[in-house]
């Protein structure tokens, strides 16, 4: 699985950092860093769904 | 003898009644447990609705924009159109939106809107605001901290929202109370008391709550009209009319109908709904004393009861939208044209997500609440609304830690916003 956040959708609400500080990072322009290029450790898709499921803005999307 | 029991079918939610007397969570939750994706019937003027009640179906719903259109009418089922012809030029505008602003509008569009003031309602932003709020509420508050009592609505709740979106919009001081007056002629359409402009013996109709929105709109546009004037020969810093004279989408500056319904919005929904979030939170620690205590003895419990205020007071009862195509939701076919209601107070009590959800908790963990919606609409002042929430509360508990309401708050008649009209309150007066 890999994650990808739609910059024009993101406002730094940073609900995915607190969720999942290993996968996302807020910038410093306020949109949504993601950490990890290519596909996630499995260990943590549990984590990126629920990211993905709490985004605010539904900005997360999770590629299969 | 029990009364009997109100079977789905009996169930009309287009009746603001429902609301102004809290029957609707009842309504609700019956909606909610036995046809969780109801079918509303028409009424005489209004179209039928679907009502979606469980908190997975708003996620569903808001998570496909394009599917679930806002461009014809967030609030309300709408007027049916073979009805249109029959009611004057107000029902046409209403049920046609007007001209569009960000919230009665659809992807793509919408985000490019969006984008031009979204940077100003970021957490990041709203922080850098915190001293500023804190101020205000000071202000409010050293008004009323002699008195004892008062109409904490009017004198407390409404002011700091209030103050706040006027501030960014660039409203002076002295307009604020038309602001305040024209949002209730707008938002509380529906309500008798703010038909002011309606023969006393007409009020109460719908055709008199359509007059009263259209009047309300209308007015607030004329003031922006001159606001625009004026900022166009004297441009500000900081200054979200500015901002928008200034802006460019694909290109091509806004047109004056699209930065008049852009402050319109922002002023209506930047005072309306905090009000009640925090009238409806005061209301609610009352009622549960012994939280309320700990929150004034642990003021750090502060962020998770403003969360539990908001999935608590919900203070917009649902948002609409419109379906493009047929779409299949727990065996109904819902479909395209279909306008469907989103029901938030429902969500917010839905025993899948929130475990015992009828009881109030300020220190609930997680408490991932739809107060604000969710996806493209997300509510671009969320970050305000919890911050004057949070600052409200703490200011406010700090200085009058005994506030109490003595009197039964006065309800909106509507079935849109979860309003507070009045509300009586006591406390003892700083000396």
Not at chain 1, 18 to 45: H, M, N, Q, R, Y
Not at chain 2, 27 to 55: A, C, M, Q
Not at chain 2, 344 to 359: G, M, T
Request: charge should be negative.
């Amino acid at each position: 699985m890999k994650v990808r956040v739609k910059a024009d959708m993101c406002e730094g609400h940073g609900k995915c950092e607190k969720t999942a500080p290993e996968i996302f990072k807020l910038g410093d322009d306020d949109v949504s860093i993601v950490l990890i290029e290519g596909d996630l450790p499995k260990e943590l898709e549990e984590k990126a769904e629920r990211a993905y499921r709490l985004c605010p803005r539904q900005a997360i999307e999770l590629i299969p | 003898m029990t009364a009997p029991a109100i079977e789905p079918s009996d169930i009309n939610l287009n009746n603001p009644g429902h609301f102004q007397r809290e029957e609707f969570h009842e309504l609700l939750r019956i909606l909610r447990h036995r046809d969780p994706v109801h079918w509303n019937p028409p009424g005489e003027v209004s179209n039928g609705f679907w009502s979606i009640t469980k908190y997975e179906d708003i996620l569903f719903i808001s998570r496909r924009p394009e599917t679930f259109i806002s461009s014809k009418g967030i609030a309300g089922p709408g007027i049916k159109p073979e009805k249109l012809a029959e009611l004057d030029f107000a029902a046409q505008q209403q049920n046609a939106g007007g001209n569009a602003s960000i919230i009665t509008m659809d992807p793509p569009r919408h985000v490019k809107m969006r984008r031009l003031v979204n940077k100003g309602f970021t957490p990041r932003a709203v922080n850098a605001m915190e001293p500023e709020i804190r101020r205000i509420t000071n202000e409010i508050l050293d008004r009323i901290a002699g008195k004892g009592e008062c109409d904490f609505v009017l004198e407390v709740a409404s002011q700091l929202p209030l103050a706040v979106i006027c501030g960014m919009m660039g409203v002076e001081q002295e307009d604020w109370p038309l602001m305040f007056e024209l949002t209730n002629k707008v938002l509380g359409s529906g309500d008798p008391e703010y038909q002011t402009d309606i023969p006393e013996e007409e009020r109460g109709t719908g055709q008199a709550a359509r007059l009263t929105a259209m009047k309300g709109l209308q007015t607030m546009l004329e003031y922006f009209r001159g606001v625009l004037e004026d900022r166009r020969q004297h441009p500000r810093e900081n200054d979200l009319p500015t901002i928008l004279l200034e802006a460019e989408v694909d290109g091509e500056k806004l047109t004056e109908g699209d930065i008049l319904q852009f402050c319109f919005l922002l002023i209506v929904a930047g005072n309306e709904t905090t009000r009640n979030a925090i009238s409806g939170g005061l209301q609610v620690l009352c009622q549960h004393p012994d939280q309320k205590r700990a929150l004034v003895e642990d003021p750090s419990l502060m962020d998770t009861a403003v969360e539990e205020i908001l999935r608590w007071t919900s203070p917009l009862h649902h948002m609409a939208r419109t379906a493009t195509q047929d779409v299949e939701l727990r065996g109904k076919t819902i479909r395209a044209g279909d306008r469907v209601l989103m029901w938030y107070p429902s969500a917010n009590r839905d025993e899948d997500v929130f475990p015992d959800p009828y009881r109030f908790d300020i220190r609930r963990t997680p408490n991932d609440h739809l107060a604000f919606g969710i996806g493209e609409h997300f509510c671009l002042g969320a970050g305000f609304a919890r911050k004057e929430l949070k600052v409200m509360f703490e200011e406010l508990l700090r200085r009058f830690p005994d506030i109490e309401v003595v009197g039964p708050p006065e309800r909106l008649r509507s079935t849109f916003i979860n309003g507070i009209k009045h509300m009586p309150v006591r406390f003892t007066p700083e000396r």
